[in-house]
């Protein structure tokens, strides 16, 4: 099972690289370069149109959230979390306060732990729409990216009605979440939910029936099973593998547990079994928003009283809080000490896993055509390795 | 931790850019010094509209119909940039696209904050670019540095760095709010105000102060043309 | 959790545990007891793989806490292994070679913290940060605003943000944190 980490420190199969030899040619995949997610840049090494070594370089994107937060009171970081991880913020916003609420010992009323789930269900939605787009987009299918963005629009009028803002909704703060849902929002949801689903069915037929598609993406970029555990693969990266890691199965959360859904598993592996899970882990989700809608509570309060915040104090702690995000396991490790202020958050992005040890494993052998692709099917948003 | 590792590290120049002799194909050995050899480090020159009145204003005109966008996302804002490809809001038909390249873009749009390491690669990028050239500052965190005012990592004022002609406020700015920025930015073009790259030129002391100040390893020659 | 609790003490010198949830557990050993215990966990209890490695300061110790949280999907658990190295020579074991991902995490606490980790891949590249001139950032002696007062040039007319002082000069409310 673990074996593969000793054996890939042990033996190194691939010759020495000697730059001088003028067989090899250095190239540089970003940050300022279309085929790449976000500002980050890979340092490539290419022998023809093979690529012998990749070398990750992140922090174009570093704002020093770590320790931002070390400077504001435990209200005045609620704010910023979010903007860690701008394609999918809600997450943050999530695990910061489940953290704080477990170290704190406050309870979320029912309500509020269902808009929750409801909210970081929409979010995930909108990530997968805009990995389709980029991943079709990487193949140079233009119009999927269109398509995609087009019904992610839809979802954030929906974001817009209920929380105020089409990105970072800073709705969801530690006690519960600012308010209810506006009227008649179940009736808008579930047409853009409908026309979600008409979306993905043309982007199955153009997509994923694709004989470019499949012929660039079968086979390619494979993560062979007993790594998964080695380099802490999750999320639907780990799934296409044929594991069932699920944190919404294995630690549920919120109201998971009263949801029925079951894991989506592809089993290739390569980059068509990525997609394809994230297809249907997307169709999953408007399931389970249609679920969520249909039996969440209508009344009740959605905020837990706070203490003063300008006096609230968390005794000595820490804990680890995680949840299912689009790309895998998103974390908030918190530790706190008695102060107004955290001592210490470390944010666990899956991409951090994904963008840097596993890219830089999977990168040499490739096509250089094939490295944007890759890239895009591990799903990585650079803001979080480095926040 | 503040030792000589460190202030090493600081002056120390990357592998890539050292001196170094190098065998050509043909067998041939030569010395080449990358920071001299591979770039040209003629000093930007400010250039004056050639024509006078309504000529150039018919060039102004024509300018500001077509923004090509270099398509770097800096930041955060980047992500608002999609939705504008898109028949929703569609860019296109105020002629604004996106360009993969600096060589063939005239907008700068620097998308959000902007760490100190990708400052550099911005600066690069826009000294790249043809001009005229025009600098869209999207944000509140290009203006007085936003969220991350006390960051330890991102730059507060953008246009200490680089001459820009329109600021965008929000964080982060709705789609609409980018198209009117533009819309802006055209009115200015129009009116001959957006000067950016004559402004650059003219005080290019004083910007490379500026930006040496912050990117401490400086290793690229000081206008990237 | 119990269990495995028990079941380690009688093999490895543990320190303090704190039990967080039923299914984390937060535990402190000796810094020469950290390699053999992960690879216990790994090789024989099951736990699959590294979540994180990161660390604490804490400046008035004296001491950084490292932790290392391992996660055993099976039985859906979490242990977290907390080990305190002193501040002035901050060294410690890498272990890359059980979960390569530790790499990185070594890699961004030896530039964010300053913390080695001898014979880590790459660790004395830059990470994150580049050109970096002063301490490492996250350590607490580093003052993040004074830096970046100094540093950059800042837009003059910008408020307080500070919630304390805005109720006291604009609602009359006394009190607050600072």
């Keep these: 099972m673990t074996a593969g980490a000793d054996v890939l420190a042990a033996t190194d199969p691939r010759p020495p690289i000697d730059l001088s030899s003028g067989k090899y040619l250095k190239l540089w995949q970003g940050p300022q370069h279309p085929g790449i997610t976000g500002n980050m840049s890979i340092e490539l090494t290419v022998c023809g149109d093979e690529v012998v070594e990749g070398k990750t370089h992140v922090g174009y994107l570093h704002r020093g959230f770590e320790k931002l937060m070390e400077r504001r009171t435990f209200i005045q970081v609620f704010p910023i979390v979010c903007r860690v991880c701008v394609p999918e913020p809600d997450f943050n916003e999530y695990c910061y306060a489940a953290a704080i609420e477990e170290l704190a010992g406050i309870e979320v009323p029912e309500r509020a732990r269902w808009i929750r789930t409801l909210i970081l269900e929409m979010g995930r939605i909108n990530s997968y729409l805009m990995y389709l787009g980029g991943q079709a987009g990487a193949f140079g299918l233009g119009v999927i990216g269109q398509w995609t963005t087009h019904v992610r ?20 703060l530690p006690g519960g979440v600012r308010d209810g849902l506006p009227d008649g929002f179940d009736r808008r949801m579930a047409e853009t939910l409908r026309e979600i689903e008409r979306t993905m ?53 919120l109201v998971y547990p009263e949801l029925r859904f079951e894991p989506v598993i592809g089993h290739e592996s390569d980059m068509y079994a990525r ?6 882990d997307l169709l999953v989700s408007i399931d389970l928003i249609r679920q969520i809608l249909a039996r969440m509570p209508r009344s009740g309060p959605t905020m837990s009283r706070l203490p003063n915040v300008l006096h609230w104090k968390i005794p000595r702690g820490e804990t680890y809080v995680r949840g299912e995000c689009s790309r895998g396991e998103y974390g908030y490790y918190v530790v706190t000490d008695g102060s107004g202020y955290p001592r210490r958050i470390n944010v666990r992005g899956p991409s951090y896993t994904h ?20 890239m895009v099917s591990l799903h990585t948003y650079p803001p979080e390795i480095e926040r | 931790m503040r030792d000589e590792d460190m202030n090493e590290r600081r002056i120390g120049v990357r592998d890539e850019l050292r001196k170094r002799i ?42 500001s119909e077509s923004l090509w966008i270099l398509g770097f996302g800096t930041g955060c804002g980047a992500i608002e940039m999609r939705p ?56 509140s965190c290009t203006i007085n540095g936003g969220m991350y005012w006390d960051s330890y990592n991102t730059i507060k004022k953008l246009d200490q760095y680089l001459p820009v002609d329109v600021y965008i406020a929000g964080c982060m700015p ?20 957006a000067e950016g790259a004559n402004l650059y030129a003219e005080n290019f002391d004083w910007y490379k102060a500026n930006q040496k100040r912050v990117i401490h390893d400086w290793d690229m020659p000081d206008y990237n043309w | 959790m119990r269990t495995l609790l028990a079941r380690l003490k009688e093999r490895f010198a543990l320190g303090p545990i704190t039990e967080q949830r039923p299914d984390l557990a937060f535990v402190t050993v000796e ?33 950084f806490q490292l932790t290392w949280l391992v996660h055993d999907r099976r039985r859906a658990r979490d242990i977290g292994l907390r080990v305190m190295v002193a501040r002035d020579a901050p060294v410690m074991d890498a272990v890359h070679d059980l979960w390569p991902t530790a790499a990185t995490y070594q890699r961004e606490l030896k530039e964010m913290f300053g913390i080695d980790f001898p014979g880590s891949p790459r660790i004395d590249e830059e990470f994150i940060l580049e050109g970096w001139v002063d301490i490492p950032p996250y350590r607490r002696d580093f003052d993040t605003l004074k830096f970046s007062e100094e540093t950059f040039e800042h837009r003059a007319g910008r408020g307080t943000t500070d919630p304390a002082t805005h109720m006291r000069e604009h609602l009359g409310i006394q009190g607050g944190s600072k």
Excluded at chain 1, 153 to 169: Q, S
Excluded at chain 2, 24 to 50: L, M
Excluded at chain 2, 90 to 95: E, K, P, Q, T
Excluded at chain 2, 174 to 193: Q, V, Y
């Design chain 1, 355 to 374: 963008a840097m040890a596993l890219l830089e494993h999977l990168i040499p052998g490739t096509n250089i055509s094939d490295v944007a692709a890759l």
């Design chain 2, 22 to 63: 190098v065998k050509g194909p043909d067998g041939i050995e030569f010395e080449v010094d990358p920071i001299s050899d591979y770039y040209c480090d003629a000093r930007p020159e400010v250039r004056p509209g050639a024509y006078a009145g309504i000529v150039e204003s018919l060039f102004n005109w024509a300018r």
């Design chain 3, 31 to 63: 810094r020469e007891t950290l390699r053999p215990l992960l690879r216990h966990l790994r090789d024989a209890e099951g736990f699959t793989h590294l979540v994180l490695l990161t660390a604490v300061d804490w400046i008035e110790e004296g001491l």
């Design chain 2, 174 to 193: 709705r789609p609409e709010a980018l198209l009117a920025g533009f819309e802006e930015l055209k009115r200015i073009i129009r009116a001959g105000k």
């Design chain 1, 201 to 253: 069915a043309d982007v199955e037929n153009v997509m994923f029936h694709n004989a470019v598609f499949k012929k660039r993406t079968r086979g390619v970029g494979v993560i062979p099973v007993d790594l998964v555990d080695t380099y802490g693969i999750t999320g639907p990266n780990a799934r296409a593998a044929g594991l069932p890691n699920d944190v919404r199965k294995d630690h549920p959360y």
């Design chain 2, 84 to 139: 504008l490809m898109t028949p929703r809001f569609d860019a296109y038909r105020y002629g604004i696209q996106w360009r993969p390249t600096p060589r063939q873009a005239n907008l700068f749009v620097v998308s959000g904050y902007l760490s100190v390491k990708t400052l550099k690669r911005v600066i690069r990028s826009y000294e790249q670019m043809q001009n005229p050239k025009y600098v869209v500052g999207l944000g």
């Design chain 1, 275 to 280: 997609a394809d899970v994230r297809r249907r």
């Design chain 1, 153 to 172: 629009d839809l979802m954030l009028d929906r974001f817009e009605e209920m929380t105020g803002a089409r990105i970072y909704h800073m709705f969801i």
